[in-house]
């Protein structure tokens, strides 16, 4: 097999995926991103549909705006969130479909372990 030269990646880039991963290492805010994704919401939206306290859910709310995974734009009294960049969904579910696969891995040779160790 020939050898791959590995290629050189600036650290500082390294440092800001890690910190994108980061911020989407939060549960709260996956479900705030899944709430966001049939539109913009104000905050008392996103509240009901997350059941996130008031506080802690404007402190996500800071974290994905800051990160720019957020937009947010003042209405009246409102500020109303919403997804900048929808491609944040088709890297959601890469993840998830790879999660899902993992798990069904697991289950199946749990499955055909207990089967291998059964006496009854």
Same mark, same amino acid.
């Given at each position: 097999m020939p050898k791959v030269k590995p290629s050189k990646v600036d650290p500082a880039i390294l440092a800001a995926v890690a910190d994108y991963f980061k911020v989407l290492s939060e549960?709260?805010?996956?479900? /705030? +991103?899944?709430?966001?994704?049939? @539109?913009?919401?104000?905050?008392? =939206? *996103?509240s009901e549909a997350t059941g996130l306290g008031?506080?802690?859910?404007?402190?996500?709310?800071?974290?994905?705006?800051?990160?720019? /995974? +957020?937009?947010?734009?003042?209405? @009246?009294?409102?500020?109303?969130? =919403? *997804?900048?960049?929808?491609?944040?969904?088709?890297?959601?579910?890469?993840a998830c479909d790879r999660v899902a696969e993992r798990a069904e891995q697991q289950a199946a040779s749990l499955k055909a372990l207990r089967s291998k160790t059964s006496v009854f």
């Open positions: 549960v709260s805010r996956l479900q /705030i +991103l899944t709430c966001l994704k049939s @539109g913009a919401k104000n905050v008392m =939206e *996103i008031q506080a802690n859910l404007s402190k996500h709310l800071k974290v994905l705006y800051q990160a720019g /995974i +957020l937009s947010r734009e003042a209405k @009246g009294t409102s500020a109303y969130y =919403e *997804i900048a960049d929808p491609m944040i969904f088709e890297f959601c579910e890469l």
